[in-house]
Nanobody
Framework: VQLQASGGGLVQAGGCLRL?????????????VGWFRQAPGKEREFVSA????????KYTDSVKVRFTTSRDNAKNTVYLQMNSLKPEDTAVYYC???????????????????WGQGTQVTVSS
């Protein structure tokens, strides 16, 4: 499956953005999808993930309550709604897909075998 992330941009602190991850490929609905981000000078880190059905989600502590991930399998699209953005959310955001058993979700990059190209999110103070 091939992925393309979009929706990034420049926003003031406290603002919101919605990222989209559009997939090509017939089997997309069977993949879990994760969001990761990489800030300048830092390692890439896990942000959130959603199961193939959308019935279960997982978030890193720093974005809980503020970020919500969802999916529309009919549109081959996964979303990351980001509210109450902070300057420390500034990063390149990547979506990634991986096959996982049942409602299992992973925060590890190795669990995902297809990656999008990334979209830049910049939050000004």
């Amino acid at each position: 499956v091939q992925l393309q992330a979009s929706g990034g941009g420049l926003v003031q602190a406290g603002g919101c953005l919605r990222l989209s991850c559009v997939a090509s490929g017939r089997a997309f609905s069977s993949y879990a999808v994760g969001w990761f981000r990489q800030a300048p000078g830092k390692e890439r880190e896990f942000v959130s993930a959603i199961t193939w059905s959308g019935s279960s989600t997982k978030y890193t502590d720093s974005v809980k309550v503020r970020f919500t991930t969802s999916r529309d399998n009919a549109k081959n699209t996964v979303y990351l709604q980001m509210n109450s953005l902070k300057p420390e959310d500034t990063a390149v955001y990547y979506c990634a897909a991986g096959r996982m058993f049942g409602n299992t979700l992973s925060s590890l990059e190795i669990a995902y075998d297809s990656w999008g190209q990334g979209t830049q999110v910049t939050v000004s103070s």
